[in-house]
């Protein structure tokens, strides 16, 4: 007769090195999975997402959008991305993301794009709320154009130019 050890892994798991303090999101997303004795594929459809981006954020080969965020925040039970630095040279983020290094200048675009990523908002929803098109918001992101005079009172409410 075989009883099940709840103090035992998974045979599957126990190949698979998880680290016991994660460090990455990557790490914490195996971490809760192996824990919780899920198969990728499980893991992937409680988060709503394929097979293919829960291997990716687990390897870090991309960071996850914005607007999945809060999905993972609820597997995992809390927030992992507050200690993490918003982007990374294999992440999906734009670009322009790593200028958050502090030793950097950051242009005005960087600097807008950096005040949204940090409300956690979107694109169309920071454009949404300041009242320009999210063509406009992208252009002053990427330092294509600045804002007109107009709208640096919407921008002055974040941070100062």
Not at 25 to 30: N, S
Not at 86 to 100: D, Q, R, W
Not at 137 to 155: Q, R, S, V, Y
């Amino acid at each position: 007769m075989s009883v099940p050890r709840k103090d035992v892994a998974p045979v599957w798991t126990r190949s698979f090195p998880i680290s016991k303090e994660p460090k990455t999101l990557g790490e914490h997303l195996k971490k809760k999975r192996f824990s919780l004795g899920l198969r990728q594929e499980e893991s992937a459809a409680k988060l709503g997402v394929s097979c293919k981006t829960l291997s990716d954020w687990e390897t870090g080969r991309i960071f996850p959008s914005l607007t999945l965020q809060p999905r993972i925040v609820e597997f995992l039970g809390y927030d992992p991305f507050v200690p993490f630095p918003v982007g990374t040279p294999k992440g999906n983020e734009p670009h322009g993301v790593a200028f958050l290094a502090p030793d950097s200048k950051a242009t005005t675009g960087q600097r807008i794009q950096g005040w949204r990523i940090g409300l956690k908002k979107t694109r169309k929803q920071m454009a949404a709320e300041m009242g320009v098109s999210v063509k406009t918001l992208w252009g002053w992101e990427n330092d294509l154009w600045l804002p007109a005079f107009a709208n640096h009172k919407l921008i002055a409410k974040g941070f100062s130019l």
